[in-house]
């Protein structure tokens, strides 16, 4: 893929991302306020990694576009470094949405006791430290850099391949393998939920029982949460895979296509993400509406302002806005 072919879509695929994140961060700070949900703060801080993402996304467009250039090593490697963290931030926030989701099902009547304001911050500081550590390991530690002559910043040109290997073994699919144990463990815990209402339905004790509404919210988060470790693992297992392959082996994969292709792919589970909480989610979709409507009041009140028009010293309004305001 040609360099400006390549950054062009890469500056689409940015905008979109942030664009995107940042209408779903500001419905979901209008529904903390409301609700005051903790577990919202999980959906939060992924919609704001996601919207990092994107933004250190658009100094890779600048490299596309100004090539060839011959930056500095140690400029490579802090932007990459940027990205990775980034990258990993959205990961981990998966992975603490699974796991909110999890103890909510898992423990309903104690949840909202084990789940207090400060053991959110403490998770999501300790997520970010974690991604800052995971992103900046090579910084830390120059073994774990490259030293080639770089024509533009790449993954591949700045990082060793030993710490490649331990990105992707250590971090992805240990990610991966929790998603899908604490899904497997969220089915079996509706099914459960789903025979002991059957069970006491037949006895004709129905009325005693746990409402139906607490397995339809139990299948409702298991559906979120299996839509987001699919399209998570569709994005990002290609790229990790055909990445372990060439550093394994370095003639085996070109290079070339795990960076134009099979990483922006993974970098579309950022535009994903939003999208999909607010089509599944539907307090967020009623939000997104309400925040579309109250925009478009606003438009129709400053058009209206617009119909006044100025004589000498004195604003006075013509027919037409006479007649719309009738």
């Given at each position: 893929?040609?360099?400006?072919?390549?950054?062009?879509?890469?500056?689409?695929?940015?905008?979109?991302?942030?664009?995107?994140?940042?209408?779903?961060?500001?419905?979901?700070?209008?529904?903390?306020?409301?609700?005051?949900?903790?577990?919202?703060?999980?959906?939060?801080?992924?919609?704001?990694?996601?919207?990092?993402?994107?933004?250190?996304?658009?100094?890779?467009?600048?490299?596309?576009?100004?090539?060839?250039?011959?930056?500095?090593?140690?400029?490579?490697?802090?932007?990459?470094?940027f990205v990775?963290?980034?990258?990993?931030?959205?990961?981990?926030?998966?992975?603490?949405?699974?796991?909110?989701?999890?103890?909510?099902?898992?423990?309903?009547?104690?949840?909202?006791?084990l789940m207090?304001?400060?053991?959110?911050?403490?998770?999501?500081?300790?997520?970010?430290?974690?991604?800052?550590?995971?992103?900046?390991?090579?910084?830390?530690?120059?073994?774990?850099?490259?030293?080639?002559?770089?024509?533009?910043?790449?993954?591949?040109?700045?990082?060793?391949?030993?710490?490649?290997?331990?990105?992707?073994?250590?971090?992805?699919?240990?990610?991966?393998?929790?998603?899908?144990?604490?899904?497997?463990?969220?089915?079996?815990?509706?099914?459960?939920?789903?025979?002991?209402?059957?069970?006491?339905?037949?006895?004709?004790?129905?009325?005693?029982?746990?409402?139906?509404?607490?397995?339809?919210?139990?299948?409702?988060?298991?559906?979120?949460?299996?839509?987001?470790?699919?399209?998570?693992?569709?994005?990002?297992?290609?790229f990790f895979?055909?990445?372990?392959?060439?550093?394994?082996?370095?003639?085996?994969?070109?290079?070339?296509?795990?960076?134009?292709?099979?990483?922006?792919?993974?970098?579309?589970?950022?535009?994903?993400?939003?999208?999909?909480?607010?089509?599944?989610?539907?307090?967020?979709?009623?939000?997104?509406?309400?925040?579309?409507?109250?925009?478009?009041?606003?438009?129709?009140?400053?058009?209206?302002?617009?119909?006044?028009?100025?004589?000498?010293?004195?604003?006075?309004?013509?027919?037409?806005?006479?007649?719309?305001?009738?």
């Amino acid at each position: 893929m040609a360099g400006s072919a390549l950054g062009a879509i890469l500056a689409v695929l940015a905008s979109l991302i942030i664009t995107a994140n940042a209408l779903v961060v500001i419905a979901l700070l209008c529904l903390i306020q409301k609700s005051g949900s903790k577990g919202l703060y999980f959906v939060l801080n992924l919609a704001v990694a996601d919207a990092m993402v994107g933004f250190t996304v658009t100094g890779l467009v600048m490299d596309e576009f100004s090539q060839p250039f011959y930056p500095p090593q140690i400029f490579c490697v802090l932007r990459m470094s940027f990205v990775t963290s980034s990258s990993a931030a959205s990961i981990l926030s998966l992975t603490l949405i699974a796991c909110d989701r999890h103890l909510a099902i898992r423990k309903p009547f104690h949840y909202f006791q084990l789940m207090t304001g400060l053991r959110v911050g403490v998770h999501l500081a300790g997520l970010w430290l974690v991604a800052a550590i995971i992103g900046f390991l090579p910084v830390l530690t120059p073994g774990f850099q490259k030293v080639t002559h770089l024509e533009k910043c790449s993954i591949f040109g700045v990082f060793h391949p030993t710490y490649m290997l331990t990105v992707f073994c250590v971090g992805f699919f240990p990610a991966l393998f929790l998603f899908i144990y604490l899904y497997c463990d969220m089915l079996k815990i509706a099914s459960v939920h789903v025979q002991h209402i059957q069970e006491v339905e037949q006895a004709g004790l129905a009325g005693a029982a746990c409402p139906p509404a607490r397995t339809t919210s139990d299948m409702k988060a298991m559906r979120t949460v299996a839509v987001l470790i699919g399209c998570f693992t569709l994005s990002w297992l290609p790229f990790f895979v055909a990445s372990i392959v060439q550093t394994v082996c370095s003639e085996c994969f070109p290079t070339r296509v795990i960076e134009n292709y099979l990483w922006l792919l993974g970098l579309g589970n950022s535009l994903l993400n939003p999208l999909l909480y607010s089509f599944w989610q539907r307090d967020v979709r009623l939000q997104l509406s309400q925040l579309a409507v109250g925009m478009k009041r606003i438009l129709l009140h400053w058009g209206d302002g617009c119909c006044f028009s100025s004589r000498g010293t004195k604003s006075v309004p013509t027919v037409s806005c006479l007649q719309l305001q009738h």
